[in-house]
């Protein structure tokens, strides 16, 4: 930190680095946001953008039918790496939805003014990220169609699934998130809805926004309810920003693989999603703001804010690489010890020192207040440390179980194209569900941001 | 209520329908129709119309009805009619005959006959078992078979037999697959046209007829080494019809190193037969006599005996082996020499001449004088075995060496050779080939080999056979050709005749002993196939005589009967004496008598050794431990077997030591995808030997002599089927024939092509990483502290649960447990095929195996014991101690963990724990998350990543267990111990109402061990053979401190070295 720097909550810094930009009233702010959706023209940029993503989604569809088709043996899985690309993408997509239940939940629990701009399209990356996630451990299995034997159905041979794996404890985990955030996205967006259908010119739009609307009239007791329900799920969905990544920690912790086999994985996991998630938020916020010139609504203090989260999950993170080598060598557990060695002279040895160039010595960077108010460095930083946490989840899940107990079984694992179709395939998927949001709902919430004109005015008279 | 009363209206209703009025009758038979009405009708419709017929058109009321009554009008009578016998009969024929029309078209019926009078002995449902023998070289493995209704899906050892005693190898093992191979040729073919059997037989008819006049002279008879007495007295009489044709046999991998060198001892052919169990100490030279050879099975068995330790104080015999290629002998033996091929004679000789019989004293070699003196100590207990591929001259000097040290008569003893007809057999092909040169040949009965593909390469066998272009002709007129397979020769013959498989024969064949093996059919041929005995009848003047017959005949002979001394009862009863033997698989008391052999041969007087020169490299050619001589190229088993030592499968490769490979910088390269545990790139040299070259993948083998190159055969089959063609490559095209064995080359006879080979090898890792895989000691080290297998095992005392208080299932009925001794496993593989047999696992091809997916339920590991040094960046870096490396094998099945780490993570419960202690998997339930496997620390879990099982072959469906379920894609398998025998045997106690006796359950890996070293039981029997194993000191859990509690343990190998070299 430079050494004439302000305090950081001052009204100096605070008009430096507004939550909004000046000159906003209630009227302007709706125009910007809801004109996005409702009257700009939309850009041959937006079609050009959605195409691609749309066909990437596309090979996706292709891969996991040949997947079902063929098998799981397209895939570049093997005896003993039983789990591959399906589950490091499975968790990486997990990590990277936790930032947007962290804004718009933990953040508005905390009262945090600066979450408002950021987390409506932060929660419905969480949505999206849920989705491509939720694909995964379907069809990683040897036979997909089957799959529902991991739910508690009342079946009539009265079988039920075995509770003791965490892998049935990831099937609630990961619905419960699911369910939440949908509905807690879906709650906020309401008002917004309603802003939409008054809005709208076209008859057909003004019933799609008004069914989704509710019925909602802004009165009084609507807004009461609203943020009764509002604050509920909030409540709710907090403790699952916690649970959810520990719970998918849990599939490995509770293994005893080396390498997999570590009681710091619940905070380490929660820490890197959060990590992941960030950086992912601010993946899309950068461009967002600039195409749509929102740079009014998620200004530099966003930015700032949110390099800042990274920066400290990063660190914890950081600390749970240490705890791995320490507690090998504390405990001299030899089976430990050596993952640490092949860690670091294995034959994946380069995988794991780009991991710690992406999570740890790069976004180091961002002590700095010039790095954290430089937009361009921002987007590569997260850029970075998305592959870095990519890179994270393939260290663990995969070299991990390349070399364990019994020397005669190491293998080694590559992916095949299926594993690459596949997983590019889902961030096409979550492209183009990106960019549909961006087009038919406000990526802003309308309903808060006017909130915060009153309460900034305010804080300026 | 209302559906009665509906149902009463309808049978009102029916009542009416069935009722007559006379009135309709008589309006239908005055009412033919009217055309003039038709014409109208169709005048006054509009539009488009469909009408099926006339009447329908019409609006005709009769039609109407009659499509809507189930028995028209027209029809004569209606169910209440009574019927005539004339109408009865029109109908029926009617009926007959449009039944046929009827099956026009679709799937012909066919009529299943259940078995109306139950066969005698036979259950359904339950496997029968039948004794029989696999004839293979100069032996003969006898085996049981089992039998699902009709089919042999399983073989087994006989433990009568002499050469099995109940074990097996992987070759009688897979020989099953042989049988249901759907590249079998199929019938009689003639220049690739489908011919009829009675064809053959005239055409062969009139061979013989035309050679009459000859005597036979343009006659010859090729086989392989047959032991038959039946085949070889069916040759003789077609020899003494026609007096001037000649047999040849060609055995390719089988040396004549023993015929000669007994020939060269004693002054006559002989057959050396070992009885290891009594030798206290034992040089091997170069002979792999617990691998291959004949009775190796028998050796196995009997070597392991004399390294069975039940407690400290017990005692075992030691082993020497002077070999130039690592084989599983010499991994099992205490003390390894590597030298070279030739080398080895010069070890022959100097060893010789320290025990004073002449011979070729060498430099005072350590070693050397250890194992002399070692030997000399033992006299009478010590034992010395040349290899098959060795020289006569190192034969020789064993059979004196053995003889100086009185062990004839005790450790080995000699008998007649167990061949009708013993020959040279390179000699003997040599000849044939002079003979077709000369012209002198005219027709060539080429029975069960493929000299095409095995005979040496300057003899050009193929050549022989082709049309000659200058002469318009081919040098030999007939060529009939009688194998398994249409192959390289096959192609080449004018008349082909698809062999039968010896399931599907009857037969006689002689064990290494001379034991007289009957080879009973278990199911009729498959296909239109015949035996060789029957080819060679067609050419006889009793063409029809069948082998059934031809072997009573010959066993009921008189001669046959003073032979074997039998006794007047047996004589008088040749049918009791006929089942007896049968069912037992042998005629008792046939086995060879000792001769009395006197050593004509003195060491001294042998012309000085050929050796190679140092710097040259030499090159030697075995037989592969997987696919033998290439007769067993087409099967899919032996092809995924991992090879013993190299765990390359699919491929041969050129083996060199990793010194040579170092100089000729030959190096692998671990493929990304597979890794260790499947895909390896290794250069491709040429190798450049007697105008002729061969293009292989270089493989690196630790404990190879250097300057050796190993080329196994078999591999390299231009046309072996659909499993075989086009693998590996072919060491026969630079095997010349005054160099059978060994040849030398300079090293500019290797040139590196610049390109990689992938190699599938499914454990490239040796190095057990300091970690306590395979437990070690030597037997001082035994006998000071038995327990030092578990010295440096932390096991958690059971006490640390999380489930405190709860009470340890007891498991107080049975109580599966196996104990593997690492101190009898040779790792020669049986149990690895016996397990795919038995529980129908798939067969993935070298794509898969090298993507580390092969399916093999237990697996055998290979470890070199090291020092200790990291290895964690290059597993494959390769230094001084890896020129000999301790080698020890360690088969892996699913060690049943009782704290399984497999059945806590897996989500749907499929994989769970029965109260006996089995980790038991339910295919149905699972949904392949592979969690599981991932928990396994022993990696003994398989999945099937693809759809692996083949379901459309439908000889494939024969062979199946049936008391096995076929897995299908997606589901994780692994090793149950053959939960499907225990199962067998658990009914069996529960209707006797006792309690399942020790041994009454045999897993298929323990069945097949040749060396005993799998033990299966109920841990809860103090007195099984199990429990008593796994009471002993020896005895140590793999990976202990997990705390999984595996139910299979291992007991630790114990090597016996002499003190004298130790110390070195």
Known sequence: MSAGQPPLDSPEIRRLTPVIGPGYTYGSVTDKISAIVLTRPTSIGWYIGFLIAFSVMGMMTVAIGWLIIKGTGIWGINIPIGWGFAIVNFVWWIGIGHAGTLISAILFLLNQKWRTSINRFAEAMTLFAVACAGMFPLIHTGRPWMAFYMFPYPSTMGIWPQFRSPLIWDVFAVSTYGTVSLMFWFVGLIPDLATLRDRSVQKPMKIIYGMLALGWRGSARHWHRYQSAYLLLAGLATPLVLSVHSVISFDFSVAIVPGWHTTIFPPYFVAGAIYSGFAMVLTIAIPLRKVYGLEDFITMRHLDNMAKVMLATGLIVAYGYFIEFFMASYSGNKFDVFLVQQRLHGPYAPYYYALILCNILIPQLLWSFKMRHNVAVLFIMSIVVNIGMWLERFVIVVISLTRDFVPSAWGRYSPTFWDWATFIGTMGMFVTLIFLFVRVLPAISIAEMRELVSETSEDEK | ?1064
């Open chain 2, 1 to 1064: 209520m209302d559906g009665m009363r509906e149902h009463e209206q309808h049978e009102h209703l029916q009542g009416q329908h069935d009722h007559h009025d006379p009135a309709e009758e008589a309006k239908l038979h005055k009412n033919p129709m009217d055309l003039a009405t038709v014409r109208a009708k169709l005048q006054s419709k509009t539009g488009k119309q469909y009408w099926r017929t006339l009447e329908e058109l019409a609006g005709d009321p009769e039609f109407t009805e009659l499509l809507h009554r189930e028995f028209p009008r027209q029809a004569p009578s209606e169910w209440d009619d009574g019927v005539d016998r004339r109408d009865f009969l029109k109908l029926m024929t009617a009926s007959l005959a449009f039944a046929g029309l009827g099956g026009c078209g679709r799937t012909p019926e066919q009529v299943v006959v259940p078995y109306v009078k139950q066969p005698e002995g036979l259950t359904l449902g339950r496997p029968q078992f039948y004794a029989t023998a696999m004839p293979f070289g100069a032996d003969a493995v006898g085996l049981l078979v089992e039998s699902h209704e009709g089919r042999p899906t399983k073989i087994e050892g006989n433990p009568d037999h002499p050469s099995s005693l109940g074990a097996t190898n992987v070759f009688a093992q897979a020989s099953v697959l042989n049988l249901y191979d759907p590249d079998r040729a199929q019938t009689v073919t003639k220049y690739g046209e489908i011919q009829t059997w009675s064809l053959f037989v005239e055409s062969a008819q009139a061979i013989a007829a035309g050679m009459k006049a000859t005597n036979g002279a343009g006659f010859r008879i090729l086989s392989g080494l047959i032991t038959s007495p039946t085949l070889a007295a069916q040759i003789q009489s077609l020899l003494t019809l026609f007096p001037k044709a000649k047999w040849h046999q060609w055995e390719p991998a089988v040396g004549d190193g023993a015929r000669e060198g007994a020939k060269l001892a004693f002054g006559r052919y002989l057959n050396t037969v070992y009885r290891p169990e009594k030798a206290d100490v034992i040089l091997s030279l170069d002979s792999d006599f617990l691998g291959s050879g004949p009775g190796h099975i028998r050796y196995a068995r009997e070597f392991s005996r004399r390294r069975k330790l039940n407690g400290p104080s017990d005692t075992m015999n030691r082993l020497y082996v002077v070999e130039p290629t690592p084989s599983v002998t010499g991994a099992t033996a205490d003390h390894r020499l590597p030298l070279r091929a030739s080398e080895v004679e010069l070890f022959a000789r100097a060893l010789a001449a320290k025990l004073g019989i002449g011979g070729t004293p060498s430099g005072a070699e350590k070693w050397l004088d250890a194992v002399a003196k070692d030997l000399q100590q033992h006299k009478g207990t010590s034992l010395v075995v040349a290899g098959e591929q060795q020289p006569a001259e190192v034969h020789a000097l064993a059979h004196a060496v053995n003889a100086a040290l009185g062990n004839v008569g005790t450790t080995l003893y000699y008998t007649e050779p167990v061949e009708p007809q013993p020959v040279n057999n390179l000699d003997s092909l040599r000849e044939l080939c002079a003979d077709i040169e000369a012209d002198k040949v005219e027709t060539l009965l080429i029975l069960g080999v493929n000299p095409v593909y095995t005979a040496p390469h300057d003899f050009d066998f193929a050549s022989k056979l082709k049309f000659d272009q200058e002469k318009k002709q081919k040098k030999v007129k007939n060529v009939i050709h009688v194998s398994s397979h249409f192959d390289e020769t096959s192609e080449l013959c004018d008349w082909h005749v698809a062999e039968s498989h010896y399931l599907e024969t009857w037969g006689d064949a002689r064990a290494f002993d001379g034991t007289l093996s009957v080879i009973q059919p278990l199911i009729a041929p498959l296909y239109h196939t015949h035996s060789a005995r029957e080819v060679l009848a067609a050419f006889s003047d009793k063409p029809g005589v069948n082998d059934y017959d031809a072997l009573r005949t010959r066993l009921s002979a008189p001669s046959f009967f003073t032979h074997f001394g039998l006794t007047d009862a047996e004589k008088a009863d040749f049918e009791k004496f006929w089942r007896k033997t049968l069912n037992d698989g042998l005629v008792a008391g046939s086995a060879f008598a000792p001769v009395n052999a006197s050593l004509k041969f003195s060491a001294a007087s042998l012309p000085a050794a050929k050796t190679t020169p140092a710097d040259e490299i030499e090159f030697l050619f075995r037989p592969d431990p997987c696919v033998y001589d290439g007769r067993f190229a087409n099967n899919g088993w032996l092809q995924e077997l991992p090879k013993p030592v190299t765990k390359l499968t699919w491929d041969n490769a050129a083996l060199v030591s990793p010194k040579t490979g170092e100089k000729l910088s030959l190096t692998h390269d671990i493929a990304a995808r597979g890794g260790e545990h499947g895909k390896v790139y290794s250069n491709v040299i040429d190798i450049s030997l007697s105008n002729s070259k061969v293009t292989a993948a270089a493989w690196r083998v630790p404990g190879q002599a250097d300057g050796t190159i190993v080329l196994p055969l078999g591999y390299g089959r231009k046309r072996a089927g659909y499993t075989g063609t086009n693998k590996g490559f072919n060491a026969y095209a630079v095997r010349t024939s005054d160099a059978l064995w060994v040849t030398s080359a300079s090293a500019s006879a290797i040139k590196k092509t610049g390109e990689d080979y992938p190699l599938a090898c499914t454990q490239y890792h040796f190095s057990m990483e300091g970690r306590q895989i395979l437990a070690t000691g030597t037997l001082e080290e035994y006998r000071k502290n038995p327990n030092f297998a578990n010295e440096h095992a932390e096991l958690p005392p059971k006490e640390l649960s999380l489930y405190k208080g709860e009470a340890e299932f007891p498991y107080d009925r049975d109580k599966w447990a196996m104990a593997i001794d690492l101190n009898k496993c040779n790792g020669c593989n049986a149990c690895v095929v016996a397990c795919q047999s038995e529980n129908n696992i798939p067969v993935v091809g070298k794509d898969q195996v090298m993507r580390g997916r092969e399916m093999h339920w237990i697996r055998v590991d290979r470890y070199y014991e090291t020092p200790p040094k990291s290895t964690a960046h290059d597993p494959s870096s390769y230094d001084e101690s890896l020129f000999n490396p301790p080698t020890f094998f360690q088969p892996v099945p699913c060690q049943q963990c009782e704290n399984a780490p497999c059945e806590q993570v897996c989500p749907v419960g499929a994989t769970v724990h029965s109260a006996e202690g089995l980790n038991d998997m339910v295919y149905n339930r699972c949904v392949g998350t592979r969690y599981c496997s991932n928990n396994c620390p022993y990696k003994v879990r398989r999945f099937n990543f693809l759809r692996f099982q083949d379901w459309e072959t439908p000889q494939l469906k024969l062979l199946r267990n049936p008391e096995v379920t076929v897995r299908s894609r997606g589901v994780m398998e692994k090793c149950t111990y053959c939960v499907q025998r225990i199962n067998n045997a658990r009914i069996d106690a529960e209707k006797s109402n006792a309690p399942i006796h020790d041994g009454a359950i045999v897993t298929a890996c323990e069945q097949a061990c040749p060396t005993e070293a799998i033990v299966f039981g109920n841990a809860n029997d103090k007195n099984s053979r199990v429990a008593k194993l796994k009471a002993q000191q020896r005895n140590y859990t793999l990976l202990g401190e997990l705390n999984a509690r595996p139910r299979t343990t291992y007991l630790a190998a114990v090597r016996n070295p002499n003190p004298e070299l130790e110390s070195a």
